[in-house]
C-alpha cells in the first residue's frame, strides 16, 4: 500500500464561519455513503494543516503535541485501513490495511457510530513536548490544544455539509493497543454524511 498525496484543500465559498458556528450539532447518525477524497484533504487540512503563518490551530510555545491518525473506512480513491495524517506534506501516510473502526468501537463503550462511520479522526498527543518546556502545566496546554482542533472538524464538518461527534468516552489503554501506537488518544472524532432521519440521541 502507498502513501496518499492529498489534492489541496481549495478554498471555495461553502458557508460562512457564522453559518458553521449556527448549525454546529454532534451528529451519531450516518448514512452509507462514501466521503470524497477532496473532503477529506479538507478536514485534515482545517483540523491542523499548514496556514499562511503556522498551522490553523495554536498551539503553547508552538510545540504541536497533538498528531492525528485516520481509519478509513469508506472513502472514494483511498484504499480501506490505518494512516497517519503528515500536516507537512498534506498527506496520509499508510500505517496498516485492517479495517480497525471495529475494535475502536468496542473501546470506545460500543459507541456504533464508530464502526458505522466512513472515517474515524483520533486526535493523540506526546504530552513530553509540552511538558519539557512548560512542566506540568504543560498537559493542561495539551488538552486545550485538542479542544482547539475539535473545534475546527466540527466547524469545516459543518461547512461541507457532513456530520461529527466529538468522543471522549473510550478505554486509553484498549484504544493504543488496537491502533498499535504510543501516543495518548484524546478523541475520536467520526464523519460521514448526516442522517437526519433517525433522532439524534
Ligand atoms: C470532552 C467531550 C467528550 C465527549 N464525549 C462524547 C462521547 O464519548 N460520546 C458522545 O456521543 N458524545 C460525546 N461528546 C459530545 C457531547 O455529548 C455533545 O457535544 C453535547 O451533547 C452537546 O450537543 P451538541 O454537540 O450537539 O451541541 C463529548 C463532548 C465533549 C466536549
Redesign the pocket.
Known sequence: MKNIKLPAPHFEDHMNIEEALYGR??I?KFLEIPIEINEISKILWAAMGKSQFRRTVPSAGARYPLELYVLIGNVKGINTGFYYYDWLEHSLEFIDKEDLREKLCHASLN?DFILKAPIDIIIAADFERTITRYGERGTRYVYMEAGHVGQNIYLVCEALNLGT?????FRDEEVKEVLNIVLDPLYIMPIGHKDLNILNK
Open positions: 450539532r454532534s451519531r459507541q461527534v466529538a468522543v471522549g468516552a
